[in-house]
């Protein structure tokens, strides 16, 4: 969506509030992480303020969003958010790099592609299905929330592979000490 901040930019307000929607599909928006489904649209709220000598803004941007649970595999849901303030300025005034502020072209205002970015940049680098998820047994692979499989004896008698060359070594050694 384009934010039409002409009356900003014209002196005849000093606060432009704002509030819609970002429907996920665009082409131009960044894809959240693999395996992760946004349920929701993006909800952006925020303002632009006009202190005298530079606009800036201010928003905060959310997502409902479900995908695996890094460590069972069950269905993880939850809230993405982000908050973002930067200034505003006309196209040609800043470098269209510069990421400390939104360049407006013509009295419009497009965040649509920098807000999605960040909020996808938000994610957790974990996502669980709940604070004290348990995962899946490394031995029978069962869903240790679900229950105890009884493994935890067999795998503390389990040999990690990459080091069963090194066990048999002690063992061979051991038996010729004897």
């Keep these: 969506m384009k934010l039409d ?14 509030r819609y929607e970002i429907a996920g599909g665009g082409d131009d928006l960044p894809m959240p992480p693999a395996g992760v489904t946004l349920t929701s649209p993006i909800r952006v709220e925020g303002k632009i303020s006009d202190s005298g000598t530079c606009l800036y803004l201010v928003l905060d941007a959310a997502a409902d969003y479900e995908a695996p649970c890094d460590r ?3 269905a993880a849901r939850g809230v993405v958010s982000c908050h973002l303030e930067r200034m505003v300025a006309e196209a040609g005034a800043v470098d269209d790099e510069d990421e ?6 013509e009295g419009e205002l497009d965040l649509d592609a920098d807000v999605a970015e960040e909020l996808m940049l938000s994610f957790p680098s974990q996502i669980l299905c709940r604070e004290g998820c348990l995962g899946v047994c490394p031995v029978c692979g069962q869903n240790r929330n679900k229950g105890d499989c009884g493994c935890a ?7 990690d592979p990459r080091w069963q060359a090194l066990e048999r070594l002690l063992r061979e050694q051991n038996d010729e000490n004897g």
């Design 5 to 18: 901040i002409t009356a900003l930019l014209a002196g005849k307000v000093r606060v432009l509030p704002f």
């Design 153 to 159: 004896g067999k795998e503390a008698e389990r040999v």
């Design 100 to 105: 400390d502020y939104f360049v407006a072209c």
């Design 72 to 74: 069972c595999g069950e």
